[in-house]
Every structure is written in structure tokens, then in C-alpha cells.
């Protein structure tokens, strides 16, 4: 994903609560990213400064009550440009619903809601089964795999695709376009992405507009709130968004959540033999593994814990610290299958909150049952180190397996 | 189908035909009720979709589960013994009627 600039620190920020801890991007933070972030709540206030040189300067909060504050709170913490995603200003375009706020926003989020329910997403779960088990078939007589390419980047593209009524033969194209946006370094190759993604869709859009079928795509194009339809760039904004949303944070989800298993294999076992608990044990990974931040920007002055701050400032909430809070969750770093349920900040909260939430917990839950049901026992490739991206969706870049 | 009476925290009541298979909170998302938010969607991930079922109907409804008993600790105003999840609540012909009463608040 593309950076901000980096700002000035404003003045009115105390300079006791500025804080260059390398947030996403450096050495430390990418050694062990999610230790690095559970340790905060040792060393740093529940409210700080972050200047970061790469990723741009924002208050941020580490509790789990202030990033619910703030994601429940959108007429003091507006999503309004707070993704610095570059766009062409001639030829704009929305990512809908995150960058509406309410009221407006609900009208866009309706469109799916059906289709993203818990009920309307268990529709997708024989597909997801037949597709993990194609998957799995590939590498499974080979011994060992890479597990983010082989399993982790092809599963959520593929699911994507059935989803938004795309054909699979698109897959590695898909792929190949989520790398490039997402994760190169140069912008070459990002708006090359860009313009790629931008003009298939813009071919798929007219083609379902004519002749429609009954998945996401042609139900947008066909939806018609206010007794209107939505225009070719909101369209566009909507379908790009769910891509952008929707591939890399499960892709890093899986990747995290793979190599924890691989390093422990008592817990592999455990969740092998508690099948009936597997809802619990897909949240309980889900808030120890938590891969994203929630960019907001002031609309006003507000005071939070006695920190004051200004309209137009920068707020970002680390997710993945929150869901560490000892206050909400007491030993935070112990991953514990029983805990009692409770609200967790993987998808954000808020009207915002992750709209393909319940997918994604699909998702997971079928990923681990089918591949711990065929490949039990796996571990680390030896003498592989494991490097994790740089940047605001945190996981490995590569996880070599062996079995 | 069935008819479900919201009644708000001011009192205003609203009956809403609810299809059979959706869920109280559904309807009332459907419907423009702002006394339920529902922001996770359903998935028992959020407690903001909090009511509490009127006492002539509190026995008639199956029991919550376990993780709804516990989500509902973390719903902000207070539990009642006639608290629910209204995601949870789903909707057949034997509920018509049913009226559930939306807290103060959801966060």
C-alpha cells in the first residue's frame, strides 16, 4: 500500500507523548511484529504520538475501549481521506462503504448485507471446502510447500472470485495484481496494478450490466437504493474496495496463524481434538493474530484521556495492540481456547466494522479443518527465517512447510 | 412471517412484518429502528444489537447459548434476566407478536 508523507509534528502535541517506535516498519516492529505490539501496553501511554518517517505521523491508541470509541464515534473520527490510497483526481472514485460516512453510509451497506451474513456466507462453504481440498492436492504427496503461495494467497482470490462472479482462470492475474498493489515498492508497479484491475473491471462491469448473474458484482449494478442506481465510479469504488479488503488481510491472517501452528504443535493437537470448540478457537487466533489499523482523521477538538487533540489530526487505532489489552483480556498473549467470548477488534468496530467479517471466520475455520484433517503434522522448513512484510497488514512473507 | 413490536427506550413502538428465517435484529436494521445496531452483522461478535423480549414472551423463546451469554456481559446498558441478542432471535409463524423492548444505549 502506497505511504503518506510525513508531517510535521503539530504543535500543540506534547513532546512527552511522542513516540518513533518504528510502527509497521522497522527493524524491531518487523522482527516480531504481534510480540511487538503486545509489549506496548508495558512501555507506552494508552494514547501516543507515532511519527513515522514512511508511514506518516497520527495519534494512535493501544486500548481496546478507545478503539471502539473512535470506531463508534464517526462524527468525531471521520474515515474521509484517512486511506492514502492514491487515486487519479480527474477520474475519482470512492472506496465505498468504508470512506462514507453515516447516514449515507447505510444505503451502500445494505446492498450486501445479505450476502455477507453469517447465513448468506455459509452458502459459500462447499465451495471453500472443495477449493482448500484442490489446493491441499497439489503439494500434499510432495512433503513440503510454500505455504503462503500454494495456500494462503490462492484460497481468499479464489473465494473472491466465485463471490464477486469472476472466472478462475483469472486467479493468477488476481494475484499477481494484489502483490503489486499491495506490496511492491515502487509505484511503477502499483499503478500498473491499478490500471490493470481498473480496466477489467470496468469490461466486467458493462458485461454484467448486460447480461447479469446473481453475485456480487451484478447485485450491486442492479441494486437500487433511493430508487436509483449507483453510478459507474461508485460501482467501481464498491468492487475495488472488496478486493483491496478482502485479499490480503485473510492472506496474512492464514500466514500468521500458519506458522503458529507449525511452531506448536501441542496446540495443533488441541484444536485436533476439540472440534466441537472450533468457533472459539478460529476468534481466539483471530485476536491473537489481528492484522490491521483503523486510519481515522478528527472532524473537531476532542480530549481522550486527558490528551487533547485537534480537528484534522491523525487517529489510528493498532488493532492487533488493543486486542493484547490486559484490561479486556488478561493475559493477553496466552492464546486460550476457553476464554469467554467477547467482542474482539480484528475486523474494527463501528458502523465500518469488516463487512466480510463472517467470511473471513468461514474461511478460517474451513482452511484449518481441512488441512489439519490431511496434514496434522507440519512444521517450519529448517534454516527458513521468517521476514514479515513492512506496512498496515501484518504477516510473513514467506512460510516455507514441511510434513 | 411474523409481527414484531419494537418498543425504543422513549417508548415510540414500531411493528414491523419480519420474513420468517431473518432475525429480530434484521428487522429492525431493515426498517430504520436506530434503537439496534447490529454492526457486526450477526455473528454474535458485537453485542450491539441488545434488547430485552417483554415479560409475557420471555418463556416462550428458546434459550441463548453459551456465547451469547457471554456477549451479552459485554452489551453497555444493563442485563436484565429478559436480555437478548435480538441476531439471535429468529423468526417463525409461533412469534408473531412478539414485542422486545430496545435499551438506552448500544454502546
Redesign the interface.
Known amino acids: 500500500m502506497a505511504t503518506a508523507p510525513a508531517a510535521e509534528v503539530p504543535a500543540h502535541v506534547p513532546p512527552e507523548l511522542v513516540y518513533e517506535i518504528g510502527l509497521t516498519t522497522g527493524p524491531e516492529f518487523l522482527a516480531a511484529p504481534h510480540a511487538f505490539m503486545a509489549k506496548l501496553h508495558e512501555t507506552h501511554p494508552p494514547i501516543f504520538y507515532s511519527v513515522n518517517p514512511i508511514a506518516g505521523n497520527s495519534w494512535v491508541t493501544i486500548k481496546h475501549a478507545d478503539a471502539?470509541f473512535t470506531l463508534?464515534h464517526p462524527e468525531y473520527f471521520t474515515t474521509a481521506g484517512a486511506t492514502p490510497f492514491p487515486r487519479d483526481p480527474n477520474n475519482y472514485f470512492f472506496f465505498i462503504p468504508l470512506e462514507i460516512d453515516p447516514p449515507h453510509h447505510r444505503k451502500y451497506r445494505?446492498i450486501l448485507?445479505p450476502t455477507?451474513?453469517?447465513?448468506g456466507v455459509l452458502k459459500l462453504e462447499g465451495y471453500m471446502r472443495g477449493l482448500a481440498n484442490d489446493l491441499i492436492d497439489d503439494f500434499i504427496d510432495k512433503g513440503e510447500t510454500d505455504f503462503t503461495t500454494a495456500f494462503g494467497r490462492p484460497l481468499p482470490v479464489s473465494i473472491f472470485l466465485d463471490l464477486m462472479g469472476l472466472p478462475q482462470d483469472m486467479r493468477d492475474t488476481f494475484v499477481g495484481w494484489a502483490v503489486n498493489l499491495l506490496h511492491s515498492q515502487d509505484r511503477t508497479s502499483a499503478g500498473l496494478a491499478m490500471r490493470g484491475i481498473e480496466a477489467y473491471l470496468a469490461q466486467v462491469i458493462a458485461e454484467k450490466t448486460m447480461t447479469p448473474d446473481d453475485r456480487v458484482i451484478s447485485t450491486i449494478i442492479q441494486a437500487r437504493p433511493d430508487g436509483e442506481p449507483l453510478t459507474e465510479r461508485e460501482i467501481f469504488g464498491f468492487t475495488f474496495f472488496l478486493f483491496i479488503a478482502g485479499l490480503d488481510t485473510v492472506f496474512a491472517t492464514l500466514n500468521n496463524m500458519w506458522l503458529w501452528l507449525a511452531n506448536n504443535p501441542d496446540r495443533r493437537q488441541e484444536i485436533i481434538d476439540n472440534p466441537d470448540n472450533i468457533?472459539?478457537q478460529v476468534?481466539e487466533l483471530l485476536r491473537v493474530f489481528s492484522v490491521t489499523f483503523s486510519g481515522r482523521t478528527l472532524t473537531q477538538d476532542i480530549e481522550m484521556r486527558g490528551v487533547q487533540m485537534k480537528a484534522g489530526d491523525k487517529f489510528s487505532s493498532i488493532l492487533p495492540a488493543c486486542n493484547y489489552d490486559p484490561e479486556v483480556f488478561p493475559n493477553p498473549t496466552t492464546v486460550d481456547f476457553s476464554r469467554?467470548?467477547?467482542?474482539?477488534l480484528a475486523?474494527a468496530?463501528?458502523?465500518h466494522?469488516c463487512?466480510g467479517?463472517?467470511l473471513a471466520?468461514l474461511e478460517i475455520k474451513v482452511a484449518l479443518q481441512e488441512w489439519l484433517r490431511r496434514i496434522p503434522d507440519f512444521s517450519v522448513a529448517p534454516g527458513a527465517k521468517t521476514e514479515y512484510w513492512p506496512g498496515g497488514v501484518v504477516g510473513p512473507k514467506a512460510l516455507p512447510l514441511i510434513w | 412471517m411474523a409481527s414484531i413490536t419494537y418498543v425504543e427506550f422513549n417508548g415510540a413502538q414500531h411493528v414491523i412484518n419480519v420474513a420468517d428465517?431473518d432475525n429480530v435484529m434484521?428487522g429492525a436494521?431493515?426498517n430504520g429502528i436506530e434503537g439496534i445496531?447490529g454492526?457486526?452483522?450477526?455473528?454474535?461478535?458485537?453485542?450491539t444489537c441488545h434488547c430485552y423480549v417483554d415479560d409475557a414472551w420471555a418463556d416462550r423463546l428458546p434459550a441463548p447459548g453459551q456465547?451469547e451469554l457471554?456477549?451479552l456481559?459485554?452489551a453497555s446498558a444493563e442485563r436484565k434476566a429478559t436480555s437478548r441478542l435480538s441476531c439471535q432471535i429468529v423468526i417463525d409463524p409461533a412469534l408473531d407478536g412478539l414485542v422486545v423492548h430496545l435499551p438506552e444505549t448500544q454502546?
Open positions: 471502539f463508534r445494505a448485507d455477507f451474513s453469517p447465513q468457533d472459539a476468534e469467554p467470548r467477547k467482542p474482539i475486523f468496530g463501528g458502523v466494522s463487512i467479517a463472517h471466520r | 428465517g434484521r436494521l431493515d445496531i454492526e457486526c452483522g450477526g455473528g454474535l461478535a458485537c453485542a456465547t457471554d456477549m456481559e459485554c454502546y
